[in-house]
């Protein structure tokens, strides 16, 4: 029977983090032999998410190493997670998304003839370049997967049409709606750090607060010179003040402290930790990012997102008003973002598209209610 499998959760950064921790710890509910393995691809920021919802993993890898090229990250990932395998008698791999550790370790389990799930499946650009590499990641671990569950209807979809069978499909709605649920809870409560505290003593919450991300590898150079004129643009207004958490990547921080270090209303922090990121968001007025999982929990707190992208394979969003695709076009972000700006901060108020913070406990029954 299903009750004495024996289930490994996998994770490398901290997007898959904040995803799986709800899935994590309702498998640990389930009964199943639940164990957690983490390749820290990312380390210091996968690290921040594993202490603030106490995971501990059973396996780490500790795999990052500054500069390793893509190929080198994946042949280390093959290797580690190998090794356990043999060493483990591993029945289903759940695995995350887009990311190196993702599909790598789907290969892996694939090749030990190991059941893999993929949580997040069937979002789709079908652009190989864009986004770069993880629209690649994605295609790979869907078709090496055996349960897919979909984040909404457009990638279900996807993966019909992908020839998927339809008995192993469940749409589930984005776990990352759980974690936020999880995590706005705890806010609430009043949690607080230094890093809340330093940032109520720099910033003017009175005003207007636009928060800005970015790090995908399809805009580094002339792409991010061009948000961030229009960053530039935008921080003329008096009303307005910009929080720049700056990705570590050297193409993201060159470009961005070159042109926005010294406007006075324009604040270039360090990445934030994810409950800090959680607590700034719902205080903002407008989210300028190029990130997949900001367009999914920007709609819980009503805030619009302007995607800086030329596609988005969450196009859930995008139809039903709560992110508006803008590619890197100085005008076009600019007249966007005051057409927002000049609003009320509550006229976004919609039903996030996304899920309904549930995902999870969806994921566990499907496995309960079927012989795997």
């Not at 649920?181 to 949690?191: H, N, R």
Request: aromatic fraction near 8%; glycine fraction near 6%.
């Amino acid at each position: 029977m299903n009750e004495n499998k024996n289930v490994l959760i996998c994770i490398g950064t901290r997007p898959e983090a904040i995803k799986m921790a709800p899935v994590y710890f309702e498998f640990l509910k389930s009964g199943y032999n639940t164990k957690l393995c983490v390749t820290a691809q990312h380390r210091d920021l996968l690290d921040q998410v594993l202490h603030f919802f106490k995971m501990t993993p059973d396996f780490d890898l500790d795999l990052m190493t500054p500069n390793q090229t893509l190929n080198m990250l994946s042949s280390r990932i093959l290797e580690g997670i190998d090794n356990i395998f043999i060493e483990q008698k591993i029945d289903l791999v759940l695995v995350h998304g887009d990311t190196t550790t993702s599909s790598v370790i789907a290969l892996a389990a694939f090749n030990r003839k190991i059941k893999v799930a993929h949580v997040e499946a069937g979002l789709r650009t079908y652009n190989k370049q864009s986004p770069f590499p993880e629209e690649m990641n994605r295609q790979l671990t869907g078709r090496l997967a055996d349960f897919h569950f979909a984040p909404g209807e457009t990638a279900n979809q996807n993966l019909k049409k992908e020839g998927v069978l339809v008995n192993n499909i469940l749409v589930t709605g984005n776990t990352v709606i759980d974690a936020l649920k999880i995590t706005s809870t705890i806010l609430d409560e009043g949690f607080n750090n230094t890093i809340i505290q330093n940032l109520n003593e720099k910033i003017d919450f009175n005003k207007k607060i636009v928060l800005v991300t970015g790090h995908r590898r399809e805009n580094f150079g002339e792409g991010f010179e061009s948000i961030c004129n229009a960053l530039v643009e935008i921080s003329k207004d008096s009303d307005v003040e910009l929080v720049f958490p700056v990705h570590l990547n050297p193409n993201v921080q060159e470009v961005v402290y070159k042109r926005l270090s010294n406007l006075p209303n324009v604040h270039l922090i360090a990445p934030l930790d994810y409950p800090t990121f959680i607590w700034i968001m719902k205080k903002s007025h407008l989210i300028i990012s190029d990130s997949g999982g900001v367009q999914e929990e920007a709609p819980t707190f009503g805030v619009p997102v302007l995607v800086t992208r030329t596609v988005t394979e969450r196009q859930e969003g995008i139809t039903a008003g709560c992110s508006f695709l803008v590619g890197t076009n100085k005008i076009v972000i600019v007249t966007k973002a005051k057409e927002i700006l000049s609003k009320s901060k509550d006229y976004n108020k919609t039903i996030n598209p996304y899920g309904d913070g549930n995902a999870s406990k969806k994921i566990v029954d499907f496995f309960k209610s079927r012989t795997w």
